[in-house]
């Protein structure tokens, strides 16, 4: 499929981010593309007829680019995911383990990209429910993680976790991940969880600073239900999906964790593999420590 119709999603608070997407807009443009962009970045960039909004630029786009770093990509990814729109992620962060391309390289990447030599790369996503008292309070989506966690004052909280109706253990702990595949390099590696490979469809428990030895994370399949009910109260307790939407639990709430009824697309240009990618992060967030 050649892709004609583009969709931007523009991190402003990123440095230089104007200056680089005015060149993308003009190059594509001169390729005979239509853009499409959210009305407030329109204007900084200095196109406010471009502006459009968020559901009009999913609905309307063939593709949508994000320029910014992971967090930006995981928004764009679901804004897009429901209408099946593919997105690219131009990496203006540090890690980005998400992000296919980097600033030098997005001309010629982009240049592959109008010839039509790319890949689809399809990642599941979860989506997470809250009941209270019988009624579905809230239900969110997202790529990396569901996470249930104590706020700041708490000093732990237990969490009774079953898989579909079967009783799993209560976690006494700060918190509990619910991670896919993409998800294992995020919050839930950082905790101690496993890598997963991204073309799996499983979801991973990681308990976050458990206060006993028998908690470890744990790897179940996709086509099962996570069911974690807030058996008492214990100040605050959250639910958070990839860091960015949050709702506050309480008593007696339960948090049912799915795969997510579609898939996140991503754009494949560069045809490296998970493990290049996931050598050449890992070794970077070391120097970077270091």
Sequence with gaps: MFLKTFG??????????????????????????????????AKVIGRPELGCTSTDIAKSSECLIAFGGDGTLLQTTRLAAPYGVPVLGVNLGHLGFLTEIDIPDIITSLERLLAGQYNIEERMMLEAGVLREGEVMTRIVGLNDAVITKGAFARLI????????????????????????????????????????????????TPICPHTLTSRPMVISAQNTVRVVIPRNQGEVMLTMDGQHGYQLLKNDEVLINKAPYNAKFLKIKGVSFFDVLREKLEEGERSDG
């Design 8 to 41: 931007l999603a523009v991190n402003l608070s990123k440095k230089s981010v104007v200056t680089l997407v005015e060149k993308i807009i003009n190059w594509l443009e001169s390729q005979n593309c239509s853009i499409l962009i959210k009305p407030d970045a």
């Design 158 to 205: 237990l969490l009774d976790t079953y898989v579909n109706s079967d009783f799993v253990g209560t976690y006494p702990a700060d918190g509990l991940i619910i991670a896919s595949p993409t998800g294992s390099t995020a919050y839930s590696l950082s905790a101690g969880g496993p890598l997963v490979t991204p073309d799996l469809e499983v979801m991973i428990l």
